[in-house]
């Protein structure tokens, strides 16, 4: 989350008034009067028939005894508890110090729980709380930290509805918060319009707070622009780029690090409306900022980019000459086996298959291929399956639909428990129907175009059309494509 200025925990709360019993340190028990263990004894006769029975104080307790104290509620779970103003605080703190002592977040979100309805109990009427902010906030994060994104949501509709922006910074930028909070927990169901509404709400919270030219505000306006570009709403985010350049030449060194990273997004959006030209100039300045820095790695990504560029310019030279200097820095920064290493090895298949180099083209792929089959610990699923997306277009390209449509599916299986890959799925199942049409699978390419336009439907809603068409033998054909209405 861009700028993320959380709201201001409260001072350390006074302890709850609680006693922690030495013997059983886990439970937390109310003090409670203490009856005289003598009340209830008799004076032993002075003729003694039998021996003296054990002392009532050392004695087991009786069954009916035990399963009264193990009926006994805790009191901290107990209803009643929810009215003691400490009782929240201490909640919010022993859900953090759970998830950070490694237990697992399925206890934090019952402590979490109860802390929330605290909060809520304790508030007075008619003024808003931070505090009950603040753990509505950490609540949504444990639940999407457990892929429950939809129960995040409403959780963080509350929570930006506690704030009054009217009554000064701390209240405003909670509000901000929660609205990137909330856009970001949209983003991972694929409802991009949505979460952009959400960023843009919050972005404009942001500004009435902090002014336009804060840095700040340029860095939510950057990750603002970069979820115009996955919504290919490229003329938005060419604007939110440009205002987030002027933001950090007016507050950073020149050849920051910020504004290379400015440059390199604005040079994305550049070749997606296909100025190629622009785009490599923002990607040369992008790169002579990051020398300046000694960020070599992020110099080699660059390289990439500008191949990429390059090889869209049909100036195939110069594009593996780019290429080939990100590899070698690569290889010596990252390993032989890096997936970065696999992602230069495609861009080199592609350029030598449009370059009519089969053999360069397919010697690369299976290079790529072997780097994907045994990642090195810390490769993301994600990279794996964009690596073999990638490849599987080569080999469709050079007439092998049975090669491409396996690496689709072992794509695909990588991608299908991960949250906010719906529309990456649904790209790889409308190709995975292309393909099962070309070899004769038409049932199975039916099944796979429907399911790919069902999820794009779901992000998209109406802005998803299908196209119909006869085609033989099977009679049909089907596409979907993104249009605004």
């Not at 005289?36 to 006769?45: D, I, L, Q, R, V």
Request: hydrophobic share 35%; proline share 7%; aromatic share 6%.
């Amino acid at each position: 989350m861009p700028g993320l200025v959380s709201v201001k925990t409260p001072p350390d709360a006074p302890p709850l008034r609680i006693s922690v019993p030495e013997t059983q340190p886990a439970q937390i028990q109310t003090q409670t009067p203490q009856r005289s263990e003598s009340a209830n004894f008799k004076t032993p006769s002075p003729v003694t028939k039998k021996p003296p029975s054990p002392s009532p104080s050392r004695s087991k307790p009786s069954p009916d005894r035990r399963k009264k104290q193990s009926e006994s509620p805790n009191p901290i779970l107990s209803e009643a508890s929810l009215d003691n103003p400490d009782l929240g605080p201490f909640l919010l703190k022993l859900a953090r110090d759970t998830i950070a002592s490694g237990e697992g977040p399925g206890k934090a979100l019952e402590y979490a729980i109860r802390a929330s309805k605290s909060y809520e109990r304790c508030a007075v009427d008619g003024e808003p709380n931070l505090d009950l902010a603040m753990s509505l906030h950490v609540l949504a994060a444990i639940y999407c930290s457990l892929g429950r994104f939809e129960e995040a949501v409403p959780v963080l509709e509350q929570a930006i509805q506690v704030p009054d922006v009217a009554r000064g910074s701390d209240h405003a930028l909670a509000a901000f918060s929660g609205h990137m909070q909330l856009g970001d927990t949209y983003s991972m169901l694929g409802l991009v319009d949505r979460s952009i509404a959400c960023y843009e709400e919050g972005l404009k919270i942001q500004i009435e707070a902090l002014g336009e030219t804060d840095p700040r505000v340029g860095e939510t306006c950057r990750y603002l622009a970069e979820a115009n570009v996955q919504a290919m709403q490229f003329d938005k985010a060419e604007d939110l780029c440009k205002r987030t350049l002027e933001i950090h030449r007016a507050h950073s060194e020149p050849a920051s690090l910020e504004e290379a990273a400015d440059r390199r997004l604005m040079a994305l959006v550049c070749e997606a409306k296909g100025e190629y030209e622009l785009a490599l100039e923002h990607l040369v300045l992008a790169s002579m900022a990051m020398i300046a820095n000694g960020q070599d790695n992020e110099v080699a990504a660059i390289d990439v980019s500008i191949g990429n560029i390059y090889m869209s310019l049909c100036r195939f030279d110069e594009a593996v000459f780019s290429y080939q200097k990100a590899l070698t820095v690569f290889k010596s920064s990252k390993g032989d086996n890096h997936p970065l290493v696999a992602s230069v090895f495609v861009r080199l298949a592609d350029l030598y298959h449009r370059t009519g180099k089969l053999r360069e083209s397919k010697s690369y792929c299976e290079n790529a291929l072997r780097i994907y089959s045994k990642p090195v610990p810390g490769t993301t699923a994600e990279e794996i399956a964009g690596g073999l997306t990638e490849v599987s277009a080569i080999y469709e390209s050079v007439d092998e639909p049975e090669e491409a449509l396996k690496l689709l599916q072992k794509a695909m299986k990588l991608l299908e428990d991960k949250p906010g890959q719906q529309s990456t799925i649904a790209g790889i199942e409308a190709r995975m129907g292309v393909m099962f049409y070309i070899i004769g699978r038409y049932e199975e390419a039916r099944n796979s175009f429907e399911s790919a336009v069902a999820k794009l439907r779901g992000r998209w809603g109406e802005k998803v059309c299908l196209f119909w068409c006869g085609i033989e033998p099977d009679g049909f054909s089907m596409c979907a494509t993104v249009q605004d209405r």
